[in-house]
């Protein structure tokens, strides 16, 4: 089992910047990738980024791809995502995931694990 505790949500203006975090707990041994993903009211939840258990693969959505960058501490259990030129659209509830995987996942079935979710609210 891993548990993972996102943190670093908040109220950002458009334009702003916020870093979440998501560190994970348990059974940190084994080699898991980690994805973020997001669900805006209404809506259904999204892909946002995903990164190997190496750090050496990435995948960002679209929509973030050279504004949100994912980043991972194998050492500090943590993984990152750097979120800079905010916009309204960004507003979500954003997860983080672990996949029991060494290969970037995009889809949410591949993983088996989920924080509890961190909430990122965008003022225009």
């Known amino acids: 089992q891993v548990q993972l505790v996102e943190s670093g949500g908040g109220l950002a203006q458009a334009g702003g910047s916020l870093r979440l975090s998501c560190a994970a707990s348990?059974?940190?041994?084994?080699?898991?990738?980690m994805g973020w993903f997001r669900q805006a009211p209404g809506k259904e939840r999204e892909f946002v980024a995903a990164?190997?258990?190496?750090?050496?693969?990435?995948s960002h959505a679209e929509a973030v791809k050279g504004r949100f960058t994912i980043s991972r501490d194998n050492a500090k259990n943590t993984v990152y995502l750097q979120m800079n030129s905010l916009k309204p659209e960004d507003t979500a509830v954003y997860y983080c995931?672990?996949?029991?995987?060494?290969?970037?996942?995009?889809?949410?079935?591949?993983?088996?694990?989920w924080g509890q979710g961190t909430q990122v609210t965008v003022s225009s």
């Open positions: 995931a672990a996949a029991q995987s060494i290969w970037v996942a995009t889809t949410a079935s591949r993983y088996d694990y």
């Open positions: 348990g059974r940190t041994s084994d080699r898991y990738t």
């Open positions: 990164i190997s258990w190496s750090g050496a693969s990435t």
